[in-house]
């Protein structure tokens, strides 16, 4: 085909493109769509006034002008309504799955003179709406809207819509406002697993760095930035007043302690790769609570050594993350395999422990969820 024809043929496309982009701003300015109950009052004002128009009724006229204008009332009510909101949404982090996530909303009104009353907060992807029944003119409110996950991963939040019944219920008006955020979802930390096997996890043979590894008690051993999760009791208050950042102690721990998780993504996603999932959030959850130092390898996420809260969060962060392939690159610790901890849908050899999870695994309900 030549270049004219390629041009001839793009241009529709860029002008259905453009058509698009503009009816989608226009249908995030704003929404109305009818209610049942608005359906049958519109209906019935039609026929009301078709039945005037035939008979030259005036008390026929006279419903139908307090037909209309109830409805235009109702239009320019709902319009104030949802007119001059600002909001903003706070929410956490991150949430375990099954555990509630409380989505807090900051509304403040603009208008001098008018209320918002009976606004709706809804938001693409959460199944549960806030409800603000009054912010005065000028004035601030704040509601929030509760969900809970039942899968791990990555959930974006963009567009919050701002929708409101006011005052008769006759129509639904609806405006978009583009908020951009995410809700990481992390996977759960309480599946029952065995413990590794004796000696897994730790570097068995000589020759091996056992250097101090960064931990929350024991040898001095440098300052480094804060980091979400720390423990704010080694928070060094001199460094950090001086440096005006917030700075903490680390500590040394023997590296042999250190329990190595290995997470191998090989495979196909389904409940068999959730399970492995979980069973590597379990390990690092009980060598934090074993108050053990442990590192992560996950494809080809590497978390460092560490221990503490804030170690957990970092690595269930990546796990909600991780993605299983079928050619996923396969677990390269930087330490011996026989010192590690493999997780595999497969059971792998060549490690020190390995907790194979077969392909018929399944997840369990979550509490007040009713199985498959």
Known sequence: MSATGRRVTGLPRRVFGALRSTWARIRAWRRIRFTSGGAVFTLGTMLVGFAAMNTGNNLLYLLLGAMLGFIAVSGWLSEQAIRALRVERRAPHAVTVGHDLRIVYEVANHKRHLPSLAVEISEAGLP?????????????????????????????????????????GFFRKERDLEIPGEVVVWPRTDRPVRDPSSGAGRIPRAGVSTRGLPGIRGEYRSLRAYRTGDDSRDIHWKSSARLRDPVIREYERPGAETRWICLDLRGEPGDAAEVAVEIAAALASRAVADHRPFALMAGGEMLEPGDGGGQLERALDILARVDFTPDAPVPNPPVPAEACVLVAIDGRRGFGDVIAVGRSARLAPLAGEVPA
């Open 128 to 168: 549960n709406r806030a409800f603000l029944s009054h912010v005065g003119p000028g004035g601030h409110a704040s509601t929030r809207s509760v969900n809970s996950f039942v899968r791990r991963g990555i959930y974006p939040l963009g567009t919050v819509t701002l929708s409101t019944g006011f005052p008769f």
